[in-house]
């Protein structure tokens, strides 16, 4: 029961960990932004995230299906270097800190395990969202 407690707070920890880091560069090239050139530059990238939901609207006929739809490849997308670091970081346990102790062994196979459903569950999300909204509703 400890090691499960661990795991999850482990994987919280990184998905905060990545959101904080994202946050900061995010603020930090707003700030590079705002010293040149700032209007054009964030009317660019306004208008594109717009254009993007958009056509995730017009693609799913409602604004909510829309807005999860676009929610949803984002998280698809972030998901990938997320799990690929969970991945790696389970294989050292398990490979290489985990040589002399079976549990630190047992723990990063679990880790991987993990990661690897986590992995799964997020690019197919997207793909079961749509089957559903598209193919089923109408």
Excluded: H
């Amino acid at each position: 029961m400890n090691s499960k407690i661990r795991i999850i707070l482990g994987i919280f920890i990184i998905f905060i960990a990545m959101i904080s880091s994202y946050s900061i560069s995010y603020a930090t090239d707003t700030a590079n932004l705002l010293e040149t050139d700032t209007t054009t530059e964030l009317l660019e990238i306004k208008e594109s995230t717009k254009s993007k939901l958009d056509t995730y609207i017009e693609q799913y006929g409602s604004v909510p299906y829309g807005i999860v739809a676009y929610a949803l490849n984002g998280l698809r997308i972030v998901s990938i270097p997320t799990c690929f670091l969970g991945i790696a970081w389970g294989a050292i346990k398990q490979y290489v800190t985990g040589i002399r102790r079976a549990d630190v062994r047992d723990r990063g196979f679990y880790l991987i395990i993990i990661f690897v459903t986590i992995l799964l569950i997020f690019q197919v999300l997207p793909l079961i969202f749509a089957i559903i909204v598209r193919g089923w509703r109408g």
